[in-house]
């Protein structure tokens, strides 16, 4: 079977998250690595800050690489849960008014079961509301802290340079 379109956006998209992991992380150990420190008290801070907010966008990344199986898992809930409605409602249709529950073999009204699914799902859309907007979130804090923290680097390198060309004629 062909995969969707969805599902080779959401491979392409997961590679890109961990290239974007990989590379930040990448960048921060060569700023660490080839830094030098004393010529000016700007570039100076400059390149400590950019350090920071490198480090902080790879962090929230991780973080939020580390939830997206939960999202996912979430989202199969809920495609259970209503999946299991529509089987009860269309039953329902048919006549049905009592199911067996799986398990403990209690026979109850489908209007119970119903009731229960809906305060399940509610649960379930809760969580992915929660966590989706901690991605969202998680995902502007990596997204301007690397280009900010990339930026307060390539400043805080070219100061000196600059300076010696512009300030010093």
Do not use: C
Not at 19 to 34: E, V
Not at 92 to 120: A, C, F, M, P, W
């Amino acid at each position: 079977m062909a995969e969707s379109n969805a599902d080779v956006g959401q491979r392409i998209q997961e590679k890109f998250q961990f290239y974007i992991l990989g590379l930040t992380f990448t960048l921060l150990g060569l700023a660490i690595q080839t830094a030098t420190f004393g010529v000016s008290a700007v570039s100076d801070s400059l390149e400590l800050l950019g350090w920071a907010l490198l480090f902080i966008s790879a962090l929230t990344l991780a973080s939020r690489l580390e939830w997206t199986p939960q999202i996912y898992h979430l989202f199969d809930v809920q495609q259970e849960i209503e999946q299991q409605q529509r089987q009860l409602h269309d039953a329902q249709l048919q006549g049905t008014q009592h199911v067996t529950v799986r398990g403990t073999g209690e026979n109850i009204y489908i209007e119970e079961v119903l009731r229960r699914l809906d305060s399940k799902l509610s649960t379930a859309r809760g969580q992915i509301e929660r966590i989706d907007k901690g991605a969202g979130t998680k995902y502007k804090i990596h997204r301007y802290g690397f280009v900010l923290g990339l930026g307060a680097i390539l400043i805080a390198r070219a100061w000196t340079p600059a300076i010696g060309l512009f300030g010093g004629a």
